[in-house]
């Protein structure tokens, strides 16, 4: 009976936590469409201030302090803005879906970009993660992605739960987003059924075509065909391997990419070597091709873990050292000894 009351209890808690978050994403929507760009932002500012004094923000501290040990004395401007990230991005989408405000003025830094991106000829799938929602949209301007483009999304989930209502108000200001950066001229594909697949198939059958999917999505357990493997701070995570599959099924390659947010207004690109399609009825090729897109993203989250909007794991930590994760039960270096490291491996090169 302890048992059983504890659990009701902390799904008690997290209801009132979700509720909480609904509010401040549906005011913060609010102050985007309605309210002077500055204002809007000191109100982000202010929630972020406020999430990080909370015990959720304790906790993301302690998080931070424990997967990123060569920076723990910036753990908390770590948590701060990770913790703060989605109330932003929301700001800027809701901005953008009540076309307050203007990408045009965006500036774009390309790291890294493949020819394929401006080969007319040329159908691929470009596999993201999950960062920075107002990163994300540099993805949709015509002027980087200039052909005929499909992304997949989570679909908006009916409201059962507050948790059900937080993400459907995430998601219907992200998805109007995308469709006023596009001009409307984009296929938002939900992660619903078999259907999706043959869409997107369809969508890359002819030249010309791309496909965004977020290759990082945790995949449930009551799915089938997941793929489990260590993934950032996650000792052991589960993975479809939709976005290898598409490609080997529609003979399509393959580039991940992940933008960053680098100041106000600018956007930075990095992409990935092109990762070719395999052949058809080379079904082995799913993991393998998973496997090298997460390992490349991965490595990105440790880079800027301050604009990842998912949960990281205790279970590894970050080397900036080595540029890699590493099993938590291994020796942790303290910050100084990395510093010192890391300032020899900078001088070295």
């Known amino acids: 009976m302890r048992r059983e009351a504890l659990h009701n209890c902390r799904g008690g808690l997290t209801q009132v936590m979700e509720a909480f978050r609904a509010v401040l994403f549906a005011c913060l929507g609010w102050a985007g469409r309605h309210l002077p760009r500055s204002w809007g932002a000191g109100l982000a500012d202010t929630v972020q201030s406020l999430l990080i004094v909370s015990p959720l923000g304790m906790r993301a501290q302690q998080v931070m302090r ?15 803005k990770w913790i703060g990230r989605p109330f932003h991005d929301h700001l800027i989408a809701a901005r953008i879906a009540s076309k307050r405000e203007d990408t045009s003025d965006w500036t774009v830094e390309m790291r890294g970009a493949p020819a394929l991106l401006d080969d007319p000829n040329q159908s691929f799938i470009i596999a993201t993660g999950h960062f920075s929602r107002g990163a994300m949209t540099a993805l949709y301007m015509p002027q980087v992605i200039s052909r005929r483009l499909a992304t997949v999304v989570a679909p908006m989930t009916k409201i059962k739960s507050a948790l059900g209502l937080r993400i459907r108000i995430q998601m219907r200001e992200m998805r109007s987003g995308i469709e006023v950066v596009r001009n409307g001229e984009v296929d938002i594909a939900d992660v619903e059924g078999k259907s999706f697949l043959v869409r997107l198939l369809h969508h890359l059958r002819d ?45 399509r390659p393959i580039v991940a990419c992940v933008p960053f947010l680098d100041g106000d207004r600018r956007v930075v690109v990095h992409w990935s070597p092109v990762i070719p399609a395999p052949a058809r009825n ?8 998973t ?25 590894r ?31 070295v090169h």
């Open 66 to 80: 424990s997967t990123f040990p060569a920076q723990r004395k910036e753990a908390r401007a770590i948590a701060a």
């Open 282 to 289: 080379d079904s082995e090729a799913d993991v393998r091709i």
């Open 291 to 315: 496997n090298e897109i997460l390992d490349w993203i991965e490595r990105r989250i440790g880079e800027r873990p301050d604009q990842y909007v998912l949960a990281f794991g205790q279970g």
């Open 317 to 347: 930590y970050w080397s900036p050292v080595a540029q890699c994760w590493i099993d938590a039960n291994e020796t942790r270096p303290s910050s100084k000894a990395a510093s010192r490291t890391l300032s020899t491996v900078k001088s």
């Open 207 to 251: 030249p010309g075509g791309a496909v965004i999917i977020a290759t990082d999505a945790a995949w449930g357990s009551h799915h089938a065909g997941g793929y489990t493997r260590p993934f950032a701070g996650f000792a052991s995570q589960t993975f479809a391997t939709g976005t290898a599959r598409l490609a080997r099924l529609s003979q």
